[in-house]
């Protein structure tokens, strides 16, 4: 554009806005300035109360949250377990995982479903702790460890035992809440905890040893998990120790 037509168009706008014919305004209606704004406030709505109605129900609010939904230790974390931990009725508590913790096999979360990987192996364990003289599940606490699901094409095995080391906290707590005496521990729980040499050692000899979680040393056995293969294996040793202990 050249400077001559740029200064035509800067005059030409500059006259329409000085013009007071200007068109402001559809014909008949009133000029801008000679309309009159009045405010009339809204009349309040006379609306009959109902007598007997019940007052509007409070709002729910949440008391308890798990402490695995409210953990922060963790920042890498997916998701919380939905149930990590269930009570028993013995001091004895099942440390156990259902988590992915190898890519090339995802598990799914089932634990508002099933206490184990699957309703299969709950009825499995069920019936070696019959056998064993228990009468069942609900006998036992069980706790996942560590209580949350992570990304396992993210996580080595550094980052495990980090995660466990974090997650004896959630541990500690329901020793000293439950007065739990003696801890059962399956793998992939173990390694996390005692490492995979120091694992398969424990799980083939099923000697007890001191589990330290905080201050205090829990005895403690570690097992195998049951496969209907191979059966129960040293667990069924460990079980009847127990059962003569409580």
């Known amino acids: 554009m050249s400077e001559a037509i740029f200064a035509q168009i800067v005059r030409d706008v500059r006259d329409s806005l000085n013009d007071e014919d200007m068109v402001s305004h559809w014909l008949g209606e009133p000029a801008p300035l000679d309309m009159q704004i009045v ?22 609010t949440f008391r308890h949250i798990p402490p695995n939904f409210a953990c922060g230790f963790c920042p890498e974390r ?12 013995l001091p004895v508590l099942v440390l156990f ?23 299969e192996e709950d009825a499995l364990f069920e019936q070696t702790l019959r056998d064993s003289g228990f009468s069942g599940m609900s006998d036992f606490y069980f706790q996942q460890f560590p209580a949350c699901h992570f990304n396992p094409q993210r996580s080595t095995m550094s980052d495990w035992q980090r995660r ?10 329901t020793i000293q809440t439950h ?4 801890i059962l521990v399956s793998s992939p ?8 040499e120091e694992t398969q050692r424990l799980t083939t000899s099923g ?12 005895p403690a056995n570690a097992f195998k998990r049951v496969d209907p293969r191979t059966g129960p294996g040293v667990l069924s040793n460990i079980l009847a120790d127990i059962r003569a202990k409580y």
Not at 42 to 59: M, T
Not at 78 to 89: A, D, L, N, Q, S
Not at 107 to 116: A, F
């Open 164 to 173: 466990a080391n974090h997650c004896t906290e959630h541990v500690r707590a």
């Open 179 to 182: 007065g739990i005496k003696h």
């Open 78 to 89: 997916m998701y919380p377990v939905k149930r990590f931990m269930i009570t028993g009725k």
């Open 207 to 218: 000697e007890m040893f001191s589990l330290p979680i905080g201050s205090e040393s829990i």
């Open 189 to 196: 729980s173990s390694q996390f905890l005692l490492g995979k």
């Open 97 to 119: 995982f259902n988590g992915s913790v190898t890519p090339t096999k995802i598990r799914p979360e089932r634990s508002d479903i099933c206490i184990l990987a699957s309703k």
């Open 39 to 60: 405010y009339r406030p809204p009349a309040k709505a006379n609306v009959p109360v109902a007598s007997g109605l019940p007052e509007a129900a409070p709002s729910k």
